[in-house]
């Protein structure tokens, strides 16, 4: 599939919309479904990923619930940081803003993230310190990545590994994955 035709999951629009969600960094975001402007390199993307100031690493905000302090979100392209410092876009300009609002659960989906090359661990530090009591859990991320990941230690901040590389969650709705990976780490905690 050309990468300009990988959409953002579509099915959870009725639970929730970045661009209607006044506390989201997206809120009034329009988007133009016959201009393709963001791309990753040479490869356009379709014009529902949202641009948070990465020029290889693009996202989509799937579901925010500020009653349950989660947030779901989908990433496409690369993720450098160490060119691009793409982790400080992720946490300055995303995660800030929901930490604020009380959201101490992210859940990163990587299945479209192609590539990973690591830099500093600062940021990652930062947020796992900011979510307090709260995760960060990464799913459906490539091994390679992974094994970067691993590599640079930063799996000391990140959640991640067995069924969580391997999750259907496009079966489930936003809060029943939430409770799929709560259980996970419950499991992993009791063993």
């Not at 999951?9 to 960094?25: C, I, T, V």
């Not at 479904?33 to 905000?61: A, C, I, R």
């Not at 979510?131 to 991640?160: A, M, P, S, T």
């Amino acid at each position: 599939m050309p990468v300009q035709d990988l959409e953002p999951y579509y099915n959870w629009r009725g639970f929730y919309r970045s661009e209607e969600d006044e506390l989201s960094p997206f809120y009034g975001t329009v988007h133009d479904e016959f201009h393709y402007t963001h791309h990753v390199y040479n490869f356009l993307l379709h014009p529902q990923w949202d641009d948070m100031g990465s020029e290889t690493l693009y996202l989509k905000v799937l579901f925010a619930s500020y009653e349950h302090h989660v947030v779901i979100i989908e990433l496409i392209g690369e993720w450098n940081d160490c060119i691009g410092n793409d982790i400080m876009f992720l946490k300055r300009d995303i995660a800030d803003v929901f930490l604020q609002q009380g959201i101490n659960r992210f859940v990163l989906i990587g299945e479209n993230v192609l590539n990973f090359h690591a830099g500093d661990d600062s940021y990652y530090e930062e947020w796992f310190d900011d979510v307090d009591e709260g995760w960060i859990c990464l799913i459906n991320f490539r091994e390679h990545i992974l094994r970067e990941i691993r590599k640079y230690q930063l799996d000391f901040y990140l959640l991640f590994g067995g069924e969580l590389d391997q999750l259907p969650w496009r079966t489930m709705q936003p809060l029943q994955l939430v409770q799929k990976i709560e259980s996970l780490f419950q499991k992993r905690l009791g063993a």
